[in-house]
């Protein structure tokens, strides 16, 4: 009988490494030969060495990789067409039994490729990581990328959403099914301790024991919003609150002068890309998530499950994982005093700190990786069997 054989693809590398590698063991499990197509060159908000390495542990577990060169701006059309082309040319090549896609410009390629071969039998799988339209986005949002979607779910058998306001908005599309997994799921048990000595790693970027460390993991971009909090720092008096940026991206020099020029350089670290955070949020006292848009956000949830106190933004995804005041502090995204006052409160009140820890230790259990796997399961066996 002949294998099933199944792609995984996405935009970049990096989120095929940070949040589909689970996925690809199910389908292994499930008896699929998985092959990876994404950019393997740039655009991955991992290092290059990370990609580079990430590659050959696909290629040594025996997952072909292809390199495709596809854009993460919807203005690029050249680099999209030619993108769709070898996506095209793949899917006919390999003919898949399952085409599993996400991100917005990867999905709307691979949906578009696989087009022909949905006529004989190939199945597609669109993950909306976060609809670029939400309520309160940009007009230019939901002009650019509404109708696109709708379409698209035309071409699309399974159609999965990973927060509640996603969810009822694709319930109105066209695909022939729609679902809700909350995210990737999170390893819980994983995050819960650390072995790593907490004031070693605070001495790595010279925090002391009594310093109150707050700390955000994500991409230094405009959406992931670190300027706003790096604001809220100048606001602060106390000088033992410290801030750890876990990330890279485009908006680090411009962070670095404006830490410069509020003179917050004793406070405030970039840290640049780590392996190692749930060793650093197990040193840290608090986290804080101020990003302008999220599907359901990975960061958020291992802060919860490492038992850390959080402030984050009033967006959607946020707002499935937290309730202001119960699981952490919600404020206005842009809000620099907001942030500013609810850290301060954080620091002062051991009793409001303890009860956001219990609250969400609670809450993020229904999160769990081992849910979201056995639903993925779930998901591949109907498909396959339809």
């Not at 801030?243 to 680090?252: D, F, M, S, W």
């Not at 949020?281 to 919860?304: C, R």
């Not at 933004?313 to 937290?322: H, K």
């Amino acid at each position: 009988m002949k294998q099933k054989k199944a792609l995984m693809t996405a935009s970049v590398a990096s989120m095929i490494d940070l949040f589909n590698m689970d996925n690809i063991h199910i389908l292994q499990e499930l008896g699929y030969e998985v092959h990876v197509a994404a950019n393997f060159e740039f655009g991955s908000i991992t290092s290059k060495e990370r990609v580079s390495r990430f590659r050959n542990e696909l290629e040594a577990a025996g997952i072909r990789t292809f390199h495709i060169e596809i854009p993460r701006s919807i203005t690029h059309i050249k680099d999209i067409c030619s993108s769709y082309q070898k996506m095209k040319k793949l899917c006919e090549q390999e003919r898949y039994d399952l085409i599993h896609t996400q991100s917005p410009i990867g999905g709307v390629v691979a949906r578009l490729a696989a087009k022909k071969m949905r006529k004989h039998g190939t199945k597609v799988i669109y993950v909306a990581h976060g609809f670029h339209f939400y309520a309160g986005a940009p007009k230019k949002n939901w002009v650019m990328f509404y109708p696109v979607e709708k379409m698209l779910s035309r071409y699309t058998d399974v159609l999965i959403t990973i927060n509640q306001e996603d969810y009822q908005r694709a319930k109105k599309f066209y695909a022939k099914e729609v679902y809700y997994v909350p995210g990737i799921g999170i390893d819980i048990h994983k995050y819960e301790t650390s072995e790593a000595d907490r004031q070693s790693v605070r001495n790595t970027f010279g925090f002391t024991e009594d310093d109150f460390v707050i700390m955000s993991v994500g991409q230094l971009s405009k959406r992931k919003n670190q300027e706003t909090v790096i604001r809220a720092m100048a606001e602060i008096p106390d000088k033992k609150v410290k801030y750890l940026i876990v990330g890279l991206g485009e908006k680090e020099d411009s962070d670095r002068q404006l830490i410069d020029q509020l003179d917050l350089k004793t406070r405030v670290v970039l840290a640049g890309y780590r392996e190692d955070i749930k060793e650093l949020l197990h040193a840290a006292d608090a986290f804080v998530f101020p990003s302008l848009q999220e599907g359901l956000p990975v960061a958020l949830m291992e802060a919860m499950a490492a038992g850390l106190p959080s402030v984050s933004s009033r967006i959607r995804g946020n707002v499935d994982l937290i309730s202001d005041g119960t699981e952490g502090m919600l404020v206005e995204p842009m809000g620099i005093k907001g942030y500013a006052q609810a850290v301060m409160e954080l620091e002062r009140e051991s009793s409001v700190r303890e009860k956001l820890i219990v609250n969400s230790k609670r809450k993020i259990q229904q999160f769990s990786i081992e849910y979201v796997h056995e639903k993925m399961k779930q998901i591949y066996l109907t498909i396959g069997k339809n």
